[in-house]
């Protein structure tokens, strides 16, 4: 099955008790709850792709399925994740 396609956010329900559980301050909340989000995924095999647009705020991970890979989350903290129990 493949996951390569552009998807627009449709509706978010709970947005701000889960930003708030994330760590997101308040502020960057009230920003970001009404901002338009796209995410356009391509993928090759097990390499995946993942380019998310919030607004003007443009977040891309490149990662392949069964290895260790760095990402960005939403408050800005960078982390390691793998797929690996």
């Not at 009404?34 to 977040?59: A, C, M, N, R």
């Not at 890979?69 to 793998?82: A, F, I, P, Q, R």
Request: hydrophobic share 35%.
């Amino acid at each position: 099955m493949s996951f390569t396609g552009k998807y627009e956010l449709q509706s978010q329900e709970n947005f701000e008790p889960f930003m708030k559980a994330v760590g997101l301050p308040d502020e960057k909340i009230q920003a970001a709850k009404d901002l338009k989000t796209v995410s356009e995924i391509v993928q090759d095999g097990k390499k995946f792709k993942v380019t998310v647009t919030i607004g003007t705020k443009v977040i891309q991970h490149n990662f392949t399925i069964g290895e260790e890979c760095e990402m960005e989350l939403m408050t800005g903290e960078k982390v390691k994740v793998s797929d690996q129990l």
